[in-house]
């Protein structure tokens, strides 16, 4: 096979790789900053936007949950499959789930209230989670990644994310446990890449 033909054939799967690890450091750090505003600021103690950490706190949740829906998409794709329907309907609820957490974002950042849109944030919350739980169990199935890759990131998700935040499992600062996850994703997604590379 020629050089051309080989990079045309690997070229392609390159891609899924660097989105899951793009996504999955973009979640960290967004996750982290999260943490950080939560530990040493008021928020999110109130239901207005007052000061600069506030406003802060509300921009940070766009890479936030981008980061984590490209990841999620990345890793699917990862699987070629393997994870059947049960994936393609995680990626359809957490993509939902994702995507609805974005109107109230922007409306909040612009009216000032921490709560705009509140039935749309929750069902949100909701969507992303079932998408999440799916998720891992299809990564199970699929066996590309190892098996607490999934797992790691839904709990993170109940526990750091917008579902644990004020929740009965969330604490302040929580969202480390979802950056830590992240990063630990990451590695696991680059040492699979480097194990096929070595394969070839």
């Known amino acids: 096979m020629t050089t051309s033909a080989t990079q045309a054939h690997t070229g392609p799967a390159r891609l899924p790789y660097g989105l899951a690890q793009a996504g999955l450091l973009t979640g960290a750090a967004s996750a982290a900053a999260l943490a950080l505003l939560d530990l040493f600021t008021s928020v999110p103690q109130h239901d207005r936007l007052i000061d600069a950490a506030d406003y802060a706190f509300t921009a940070d949740g766009f890479p936030f949950v981008l980061g984590m829906l490209v990841s999620v998409a990345a890793i699917h794709a990862l699987h070629g499959g393997r994870d059947g329907r049960l994936g393609s309907v995680a990626l359809v609820l957490t993509t939902v789930g994702m ?24 069902l949100s919350m909701l969507a992303s989670l079932i998408g999440l739980v ?54 696991a997604v680059s040492r699979h890449r480097a194990a096929l590379a070595g394969d070839r």
């Open 99 to 122: 995507l609805g957490f974005l109107p109230p974002l922007a409306v909040s950042l612009v009216s000032g209230d921490a709560e705009s849109l509140g039935p749309v944030y929750l």
């Open 134 to 187: 799916l998720f891992a169990i299809g990564l199970l199935r699929a066996r590309v990644l190892p098996w607490w890759a999934g797992p790691s990131l839904a709990v993170g998700w109940v526990v750091g994310g917008p579902v644990g935040e004020g929740g009965p499992l969330g604490f302040r600062g929580s969202a480390l446990l979802l950056a830590a996850g992240c990063l630990a994703v990451a590695f």
